[in-house]
């Protein structure tokens, strides 16, 4: 049966964290001869990152592998206090692309720590942006990656009046308050943000995403398997009761049997996710009766 409307979520895709690093990494490609280096992904999305290597870009894991006196970005997620201090060595020109909205969580991070808290982050492990969070202030960061973490954390902490909970900018909203609530539970007098540390885009779209996916057979998120906030959204579209749910990279990975007999598709992006993909995806869909946008909000933020 063939696709009949597509329910395309408003706002999706590229946040003003990421046209921030993507614009500046473009700046450099233009105005440096290659090779331009680096420090980790600079958003994770795999076609956006191959674009970049075919224009002379390479990604490296450590600062050291970066020769001396070369041009090298910071990704978005962030990096260790550790991590900038070497790559501004050796006269390399650095260029520092993390988002000012994961600036305000290592601000917090290192704020509460002084003051004698233990923070409580909740992120996924190994991720990049967690990473260079709990990097900032070592000593009193715990992470957490599930409600039930906080049990064993709890029997650790010495002051428990002086808590503090932080989180990774890309989690699911349903990630954040299941802790949240877990966390106030076993602290009374926990400090939190006035407003929580999810990024505004994570959450926009997560909400654009809820007010489509219980109208759709079936929702398709674009976006890469390392993208935290495309899995977060892969988890809502779950959690809303989807009966097909798919994270593709883009239409090369979309196969129409994958989505059965669906005739009203939900479609939405990650935020590292280009919009000429999901102009892609639909065009493979080819929804009969066109396409229905769905809107949360605008979003007018820019990031220079």
Not at 28 to 42: L, Q
Not at 75 to 99: I, K, M, T, W, Y
Not at 262 to 273: F, H, L
Request: net charge negative; charged share 25%; glycine share 6%.
């Amino acid at each position: 049966m063939a696709v009949r409307r597509v329910l395309l979520a408003e706002p999706r895709g590229f946040c003003a964290g990421v046209e921030m690093a993507i614009k500046a990494l473009s700046w450099m490609v233009r105005v440096f001869e290659a090779p331009v280096y680096c420090y980790h992904e600079i958003v994770h999305n795999q076609i956006v990152v191959d674009r970049f290597r075919e224009l002379g870009v390479i990604f490296v894991d450590t600062v050291e592998e970066v020769p001396e006196g070369a041009p090298l970005m910071l990704s978005a997620h962030g990096s260790a206090p550790e991590v900038v201090l070497a790559a501004r060595d050796q006269g390399r020109f650095v260029v520092n692309a993390v988002c000012p909205l994961v600036t305000k969580v290592h601000h917090e991070a290192k704020t509460r720590a002084r003051k004698g808290y233990t923070v409580l982050y909740v992120g996924h492990a190994g991720h990049d942006e967690a990473v260079g969070t709990l990097a900032e202030a070592p000593e009193a960061i715990r992470l957490v990656e599930h409600p039930e973490d906080i049990e064993s954390i709890a029997a650790t902490i010495a002051d428990p009046s002086r808590v503090a909970l932080l989180a990774q900018t890309t989690l699911a909203m349903g990630d954040w308050t299941d802790v949240m609530d877990e966390a106030l539970e076993r602290f009374p007098d926990l400090w939190t943000a006035s407003r929580n540390d999810l990024c505004f885009a994570t959450t926009n779209r997560q909400e654009a995403l809820t007010l489509i996916a219980d109208r759709s057979d079936a929702v398709i998120v674009i976006g890469s398997a390392n993208s935290s906030n495309t899995l977060a959204l892969a988890k809502v579209a779950e959690g809303a009761g989807s009966r097909i749910v798919l994270r593709i990279d883009g239409p090369d990975e979309l196969d129409l049997e994958m989505i059965g007999d669906a005739e009203i598709v939900g479609v939405t992006a990650g935020a590292s996710a280009p919009e000429e993909l999901v102009n892609a995806v639909i065009a493979k869909l080819a929804p009969s009766e066109g396409i229905e946008n769905v809107r949360v909000t605008d979003e007018d933020e820019y990031f220079p």
